[in-house]
């Protein structure tokens, strides 16, 4: 049997699925699991880069272990983060999060050199504070881009640890605000206002696209050789491989730390009207555009799951929330829940300012945030209907918050549109149907659907 590894790495956690098919069923097998979370370093929010490879090396050995040696492995992370290489291919500076505060007043500074509404004409990325290209000027501010020589986006770096290739993939070169949407390349104008050097930037591939084999120390390292084949390393696209929808009248969520809602469509929408209601143009699998806005999503409850000291399940608040009765709701893709020092206090003081019922029990703080965030969904659903002329009949929610029964219930509620859930896994599926494409293991993406599709009836 021919194994497949999709690492799929999440802002709050990592993992190691392997995957296979077998009588035309689709298998995975978690084989290793990590946490991920920010650190502060020199005052900055930051990621742990040092750890995150020693993980991904980590569940790479064992497979070997296993004697399950993948034919193909490849990476999936967030969004708009990078790193900066020098001279040396030495990591230049931190490896600064998205949630850090150094973005504060980029807007003003990168719409001095171009303003928004020629941005988003040629990117169909709205202001969004954290995207690559506020925080590249945060950068140039601080003279922190002199002497780099490469910069690569997390998987993109990840991938090049592994082989030695640098390239950037093109579903996470659609996140950075400074990929041209409809040309599919790097936009040199936009680099050339903002004074972004361009050589910096690296190659784009497609997703699907063999990079390289492993290097020889990463291959004495695991103790085997394989190919690594790029997936849509961008996680929300990924996860839109494997949604099984597809008809014309379904909308999706993908949803953990982000929700993202919206549908595939071929072509961009860089119009006036969606860049005022905020929806992204993000590029997928074969060129695929996802056409979504970017909701706070589940981290509201991550967050809120850590500072009750983890005495919870997301299972067992989720059940509380749904007991509660509360229905409270509060605007949750507010600045003041983005990075705050505490969130249940911060949600609690938004009840207060807007006057109504305050949280008092675990499960009542949680339930304001599902209610809060059906309540953003109903929103987008509504929003997209006006701006495409479209009714959509139902939701697809797909990801680990498909596993949040009670906000799949409230999402219903409010959108008053049919949901459907699953599947939970879809990231690390989309990675490793992506690999298997590539491999001819599964012939397109409607096997790879109708794959999706049978797991489902399957669980």
């Given at each position: 049997?021919?194994?497949?590894?999709?690492?799929?790495?999440?802002?709050?956690?990592?993992?190691?699925?392997?995957?296979?098919?077998?009588?035309?069923?689709?298998?995975?097998?978690?084989?290793?699991?990590?946490e991920?979370?920010?650190?502060?370093?020199?005052?900055?929010?930051?990621?742990?880069?040092?750890?995150?490879?020693?993980?991904?090396?980590?569940g790479?050995?064992?497979?070997?272990?296993l004697?399950?040696v993948?034919?193909?492995?490849?990476?999936d992370?967030?969004?708009?983060?990078?790193?900066?290489?020098?001279?040396?291919?030495?990591?230049?500076g931190?490896?600064v999060?998205?949630?850090?505060?150094?973005?504060?007043?980029?807007?003003?500074?990168?719409?001095?050199?171009?303003?928004?509404?020629?941005?988003?004409?040629?990117?169909?990325?709205?202001?969004?504070?954290?995207?690559?290209?506020?925080?590249?000027m945060?950068?140039?501010?601080?003279?922190?881009?002199?002497?780099?020589?490469?910069?690569?986006?997390?998987?993109?770096?990840?991938?090049?640890?592994?082989?030695?290739?640098?390239?950037?993939?093109?579903s996470?070169?659609?996140?950075?605000?400074?990929?041209?949407?409809?040309?599919?390349?790097?936009?040199?104008?936009?680099?050339?206002?903002?004074?972004?050097?361009?050589?910096?930037?690296?190659?784009?591939?497609?997703?699907?696209?063999?990079?390289?084999?492993?290097?020889s120390?990463?291959?004495a390292?695991?103790?085997?050789?394989?190919?690594?084949?790029?997936?849509?390393?961008?996680?929300t696209?990924?996860?839109?491989?494997?949604?099984?929808?597809d008809?014309?009248?379904?909308?999706?969520?993908?949803?953990g730390?982000?929700?993202?809602?919206?549908?595939?469509?071929?072509?961009p929408?860089?119009?006036?009207?969606?860049?005022?209601?905020?929806?992204?143009?993000?590029?997928?699998?074969?060129?695929?555009?996802?056409?979504?806005?970017?909701?706070?999503?589940?981290?509201?409850?991550?967050?809120?799951?850590?500072?009750?000291g983890?005495?919870?399940?997301?299972?067992e608040l989720c059940?509380?929330?749904?007991?509660?009765?509360?229905?409270?709701?509060?605007?949750?893709?507010?600045?003041?829940?983005?990075?705050?020092?505490?969130?249940?206090e911060?949600?609690?003081?938004?009840?207060?300012?807007?006057?109504?019922?305050?949280?008092?029990?675990?499960?009542?703080?949680?339930?304001?945030?599902?209610?809060?965030?059906?309540?953003?969904?109903?929103?987008?659903?509504?929003?997209?209907?006006?701006?495409?002329?479209?009714?959509?009949?139902?939701?697809?929610?797909?990801?680990?918050?498909?596993?949040?029964?009670?906000?799949?219930?409230?999402?219903?509620?409010?959108?008053?549109?049919?949901?459907?859930?699953?599947?939970?896994?879809?990231?690390?599926m989309?990675?490793l149907?992506?690999?298997?494409?590539?491999?001819?293991?599964?012939?397109?993406?409607?096997?790879?659907?109708?794959?999706?599709?049978?797991?489902?009836?399957?669980?």
């Amino acid at each position: 049997m021919n194994y497949y590894l999709a690492i799929d790495i999440g802002a709050s956690s990592g993992r190691h699925i392997l995957g296979s098919v077998e009588n035309d069923t689709f298998i995975m097998e978690e084989v290793h699991r990590f946490e991920n979370k920010i650190i502060k370093k020199d005052g900055q929010l930051c990621w742990d880069l040092t750890l995150l490879f020693e993980e991904i090396l980590e569940g790479m050995k064992k497979c070997k272990t296993l004697g399950k040696v993948p034919m193909s492995v490849g990476i999936d992370t967030w969004g708009v983060d990078y790193v900066l290489m020098g001279n040396q291919d030495n990591v230049v500076g931190n490896f600064v999060s998205y949630r850090d505060e150094r973005t504060h007043g980029m807007d003003v500074a990168v719409e001095a050199k171009m303003p928004m509404s020629e941005l988003y004409q040629r990117t169909g990325i709205p202001k969004y504070m954290y995207n690559t290209i506020y925080q590249l000027m945060a950068e140039k501010n601080t003279s922190a881009l002199k002497g780099v020589k490469t910069l690569l986006m997390v998987p993109d770096y990840l991938h090049y640890r592994l082989t030695g290739v640098k390239k950037t993939e093109y579903s996470i070169a659609s996140t950075t605000g400074l990929l041209n949407a409809n040309t599919r390349n790097w936009d040199d104008e936009i680099m050339t206002a903002c004074g972004f050097p361009r050589d910096i930037f690296q190659d784009i591939i497609m997703p699907g696209s063999y990079l390289g084999d492993l290097s020889s120390d990463i291959e004495a390292y695991v103790g085997y050789q394989t190919k690594v084949v790029v997936p849509p390393t961008h996680d929300t696209q990924s996860a839109a491989v494997a949604n099984p929808a597809d008809t014309d009248d379904a909308l999706f969520i993908s949803s953990g730390t982000w929700s993202l809602m919206g549908f595939e469509r071929s072509t961009p929408d860089c119009s006036p009207d969606a860049l005022a209601l905020g929806f992204t143009n993000e590029g997928g699998y074969d060129g695929i555009i996802t056409f979504v806005k970017n909701i706070m999503g589940l981290w509201m409850v991550q967050c809120i799951k850590r500072e009750l000291g983890d005495q919870y399940s997301f299972a067992e608040l989720c059940g509380l929330a749904q007991q509660s009765g509360i229905q409270s709701i509060i605007n949750c893709d507010d600045e003041r829940f983005f990075a705050p020092e505490n969130m249940i206090e911060q949600i609690k003081q938004a009840c207060v300012e807007t006057g109504q019922q305050v949280p008092v029990t675990p499960g009542e703080v949680a339930a304001v945030a599902y209610h809060s965030l059906a309540r953003l969904y109903q929103q987008a659903a509504d929003n997209l209907e006006t701006l495409t002329g479209k009714q959509f009949s139902s939701i697809n929610i797909i990801g680990g918050g498909s596993n949040a029964s009670y906000l799949n219930d409230l999402t219903e509620h409010y959108t008053g549109k049919k949901v459907f859930s699953g599947p939970a896994e879809a990231t690390a599926m989309g990675n490793l149907l992506t690999q298997m494409m590539h491999d001819h293991t599964v012939s397109d993406i409607k096997h790879a659907k109708r794959l999706v599709k049978q797991s489902l009836l399957n669980h």
